[in-house]
Structures are given as structure tokens and as C-alpha cells.
């Protein structure tokens, strides 16, 4: 009976260290939550874990402020990087990636709500129109953010916006011009809309970061921060001339104590 106790333990123990990196060491660094839909998936979508329920996304903003974590915007971040503030003890970015209009009807009203805050990388010429890179038989288009609410969002102090190209291309598999344009054109396109600098980029997949010419047009372009989609922290003070900075994908399968692993060791689960 005693084996048969010790034999259940074990594999149970087993199952969760599977499942949980808890048994990780702890990653000191600069954490970047990356989030994509803050709703529920549309029928037929392949897709769920780029979809967090509004009560999730609640209970891990939440999570953080509960815990001392400072949500930082865009221009905080650069103003650390560049020696003019310190960067808080427990600093995290909120990121979502290409500037869904769920972004603004459920996201933005719970960072207000809260006190924290948060940052879009916007797809320029899917602004008021539709995520067409999706292939609608795995993944139904949904409309994404107007200018107004982009703008309202970013005059309320609690949002700011950066760049995830033009169009959501593989950036690594264009022609060397074309990814620079991808790059310059949001840039300058944005600028004009927000009226201010634009200063952070993030690689639509991840793609292009870890390549050279890719990545030297980004920084050509203007952008003083760029992100992967490398899953990690990043060592802070950050090495520009390293690589991007890493980020923490949350998916719509994971709860708070995932959260935790994500902020503590990088990651939250083997599978």
C-alpha cells in the first residue's frame, strides 16, 4: 500500500512538473505580457488561445496590482532604457498585438477600472476594417479598432500605440524593400495619426526579429524598442545590439497561477 502511495505521488508530482515549469529557477528580468483578443472566440475559430475572457484578463490585471507590479506604457519603458528614470523593482508591460476593436470595448475598461495600464501594436491598414491576414476558415475575421478609439485610448492616458506593420506580413520571407516599407511606412503613418512619435515595433509571428537585415530596418526605420516573439524576460539594463526584447504569449487556457510561473520563470508550461 505504502509503494502504491508513493508510486501515485510520483507520478502526480510528474504530471504537474509537465504541465507547470514551477520547478524552474526564477528569471530575473524585464517581463512583456503579450495578449491578442480579450473576449470569447467566434464560432469556428481555431484559434482560443489567442482569445482571453474579459474575467481572466480582470483577474490577472488584478494579479499584478495585488502583487506590486507597476504596468508600464511604451515611453516609461524607453525613458528607463535611456537612464532618465529607474525602472521599477516590478516592472511588466501589457502588450496586445494588432489593435483588435475588443481591445477597446473590453480591454481598455478594465485597465481603467483598475488603475493600470497597457499598449497596442497596430496593424495600420486593418484600422476600421478586418484581420485579413486570418484565414476565415480557421480563424472568422472581427473587426478591428477605428482611428477614434485608437485615439481615445491613447488620449486617456492609459494606452499607447506602436507599430505592427502595415499589413501583418511574414516579414522575413519579403523582399528586403518590402519589409522596410512594412517597417518605415506604419511608422510615419501612425505618427501622423497620433500626432507624436511612435517609438516601439513588435514583428508580426515573431518573424524577421532574429534576422539581421530585417531587424536593422526596424532600427533604421526609428523604433528604439523592438519586440520578438521569443517566449522569456529580458535582462535588464537591455543589450540593443543583442536582440529584441522577449515576451510572455497568455493564452486563453491559462490562469493566474500561470501568470505567476510567466512572471517568475519565463514560461508556465512544458505543454
Not at 38 to 52: C, D
Not at 61 to 74: A, I, P, Q, S, W
Not at 142 to 162: C, F, P, Q, R
Request: proline share 6%.
Amino acid at each position: 500500500m505504502k509503494i502504491l502511495i508513493v508510486s501515485v505521488l510520483f507520478l502526480t508530482a510528474a504530471c504537474l512538473s509537465a504541465r507547470w515549469a514551477w520547478w524552474r529557477k526564477k528569471m530575473p528580468g524585464l517581463a512583456v505580457l503579450c495578449y491578442h483578443k480579450i473576449g470569447t472566440p467566434p464560432a469556428g475559430s481555431k484559434l482560443k488561445e489567442l482569445w482571453v475572457s474579459p474575467e481572466k484578463f480582470r483577474r490577472q490585471v488584478k494579479y499584478l496590482l495585488d502583487n506590486g507590479y507597476k504596468t508600464l506604457l511604451f515611453s516609461e519603458l524607453l525613458k528607463a532604457w535611456k537612464g532618465e528614470t529607474g525602472l521599477p523593482e516590478k516592472a511588466v508591460l501589457i502588450t496586445f498585438d494588432d489593435g483588435y476593436e475588443n481591445n477597446y470595448t473590453a480591454a481598455w475598461p478594465i485597465l481603467k477600472e483598475l488603475g493600470a495600464k497597457g499598449n497596442i501594436f497596430v496593424v495600420f491598414n486593418t484600422i476600421g476594417k478586418v484581420n485579413i491576414w486570418h484565414n476565415p476558415s480557421s480563424e472568422p475575421w472581427i473587426n478591428m479598432a477605428t482611428a477614434e478609439m485608437l485615439l481615445e485610448m491613447k488620449e486617456s492616458g492609459v494606452m499607447e500605440l506602436g507599430s505592427h506593420t502595415m499589413n501583418h506580413p511574414h516579414l522575413g520571407a519579403l523582399e528586403p524593400e518590402n519589409a522596410v516599407w512594412e517597417m518605415r511606412e506604419s511608422k510615419r503613418q501612425l505618427e501622423a495619426l497620433l500626432g507624436g512619435e511612435v517609438c516601439a515595433f513588435a514583428y508580426p509571428y515573431g518573424d524577421g526579429a532574429c534576422l539581421p537585415a530585417v531587424r536593422a530596418g526596424a532600427l533604421e526605420a526609428g523604433y528604439s524598442l523592438d519586440f520578438g516573439f521569443t517566449q522569456g524576460k529580458t535582462p535588464w539594463p537591455w543589450d540593443r545590439q543583442k536582440g529584441p526584447l522577449d515576451r510572455l504569449f497568455i493564452k486563453g487556457t491559462e490562469n493566474n497561477l500561470d501568470l505567476a510561473l510567466h512572471l517568475s520563470r519565463g514560461a508556465s508550461r512544458l505543454v
